[in-house]
């Protein structure tokens, strides 16, 4: 049984990877590689145009905000600073890129957004096709990882073609919901009628699929789901903690008495809400870090999981509940101290999957974190690569698919920094049951199905 699901997978890719090679793609390299203006440049670029320019607006608002009210958590100051409706980081910016603060798996390389469509059709494959099929990705940046997935599901008409697909976007951003919008469906969107429609746009893919954008996971409808969360949960708000000789205290932010227009970390004189109920009994470290919007979002996707069925897909970087202060900024593809011009820069921490684990609870299956290095390899990339070396003639395009690849994989790039951690239904790993009555041979009893990505695949 567990070969039956990696050939199946395999088969997958495998049809999803054979395209038809025009003449003129023999030339000038076919259209199955897609271009993406901003290549390998991590951490790469000098300051930013914006370095000149700090938002003295963002900074106005914290420091009369704290002054009229005492020192705010870090959890407060990264919710606003990045979300605030008015001025936040990505409610106002387009970060994404060579030109922007930071690039992600999705932009360097149309290989990671293929195999997560791959991932989400076997997954869909392996709760029995259901009819209904909701595509969920939060924070889904310029399109790209959707718009790569979306491609597999078009190639894969033939497998998925029962089903009736829907795209559904979570998004805080105007700026890149509009990005998306351009990407995912061009000029096909309508805004929404009024401010009780949870959906504030909508349009149709080129194929006719619907697409929906909201601001909240609690606003997209309920049924079978797959969620995808590339870059999400490193972006929201965490809670610091600092282990003291009197016990456990939260790190605040507030104004420095020497310079008006400065900020600096303090600690609360006493337990905060926060510092009494997030501190897991046994911490060993002295600094800790909690991302408790985070842990509300794991809690709400295991509970659509358990209801309506499903899986979610979550990658990023982070650790398992051994790292201690990972809070930092990017600007312009460089380290940014936190604190200083709030708005201008990324703020984000590592996630700690064992925090993500412990809340999703026992009524879901949790599996990984895994590399993602380990996971695109058990997802087929080596094979996705020689199929889009072997379509392009033109060198540099393949140098850039060579490097991209090289982006993904390399442990001492992407490939051992981010990770894969996945939510699926309990009855996605069990033995299957003999039906009432009937007694099966053991060995006749199959083993549980093996998730892809999670396992390597079998090739038939
Ligand atoms: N997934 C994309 C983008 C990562 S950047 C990629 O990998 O390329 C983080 C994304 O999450 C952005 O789209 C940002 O606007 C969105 N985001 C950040 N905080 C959010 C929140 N609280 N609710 C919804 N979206 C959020």
Not at 47 to 66: C, F, G, N, V
Not at 160 to 170: C, E, P, R, T
Not at 281 to 287: C, K, S, V
Request: proline fraction near 6%; charged fraction near 20%; aromatic fraction near 8%.
């Amino acid at each position: 049984m567990g070969a039956f699901v990696g050939v199946k997978t395999s088969y997958l890719i495998s049809r999803s990877f054979i395209r038809p090679v025009s003449p003129s793609a023999a030339v000038s390299c076919s259209s199955s590689v897609r271009w993406r203006p901003a290549q390998l440049r991590l951490f790469c670029s000098s300051s930013s145009p914006d370095e000149q320019k700090p938002r003295p607006s963002m900074l106005r608002h914290l420091t009369s905000k704290i002054k009229a009210t005492g020192p705010i958590t870090v959890a407060e100051y990264m919710r606003e600073v990045l979300t605030n409706p008015v001025t936040g980081y990505y409610v106002k910016n387009s970060m994404l890129g060579a030109d922007g603060d930071f690039i992600t798996s999705p932009e360097i390389s149309q290989m990671f957004g293929e195999l997560v469509g791959i991932w989400i059709i076997s997954e869909w494959m392996g709760a029995g096709r259901p009819k209904q099929l909701q595509l969920v990705e939060l924070g889904p940046g310029k399109g790209s990882l959707a718009a790569d997935v979306l491609r597999v599901f078009r190639q894969l008409s033939s497998v998925v073609g029962g089903a009736s697909v829907s795209l559904h976007l979570v998004e805080v951003s105007p700026v890149l919901a509009r990005l998306q919008a351009d990407a995912l469906t061009g000029s096909s969107g309508e805004e929404a009628d009024g401010d009780e429609d949870p959906v504030y746009h909508r349009g149709r893919t080129r194929d006719g699929l619907p697409v929906s954008w909201y601001r909240r996971l609690d606003d997209v409808p309920a049924g079978f789901s797959v969620f995808v969360a590339q870059e999400f949960f490193d972006a929201l708000p965490i809670h610091k903690f600092q282990r003291t000789d009197r016990g456990w205290r939260e790190v605040m932010v507030d104004v420095d008495p020497e310079k008006e227009e400065q900020l600096r970390f303090v600690l609360a004189p006493s337990p905060t809400l926060a510092s009494s109920t997030l501190i897991q009994a046994g911490e060993r470290r002295n600094h800790v870090e909690v991302c408790a919007e985070g842990g509300a979002i794991i809690q709400q996707l295991a509970r659509r999981i358990t209801d309506g069925g499903g899986a979610a897909l979550i990658a990023d970087y982070g650790h398992d509940g051994t790292k201690t202060d990972t809070f930092r900024g990017f600007k312009g593809h460089q380290l940014h101290d936190v604190l200083s011009s709030p708005g201008s820069a990324d703020l984000t921490a590592d996630v700690d999957f064992s925090y993500l684990r412990k809340t999703a609870g026992g009524g879901v299956a949790c599996l990984g974190p895994v590399s993602q290095r380990n996971f695109l390899k058990n997802m087929g990339i080596d094979a996705r690569l020689q199929v889009l070396l072997r379509s392009c003639a033109d060198p540099s395009v393949r140098q850039q698919l060579i490097s991209s690849y090289d982006m993904l994989m390399n442990p001492k790039k992407m490939g051992e920094r981010f990770h894969f951690f996945s939510l699926l239904q309990l009855s996605r790993l069990a033995r299957p049951t003999a039906p009432n009555g009937l007694k099966l041979e053991k060995n006749k009893n199959p083993a549980p199905l093996p998730v892809a990505g999670f396992t390597e695949l079998q090739y038939s």
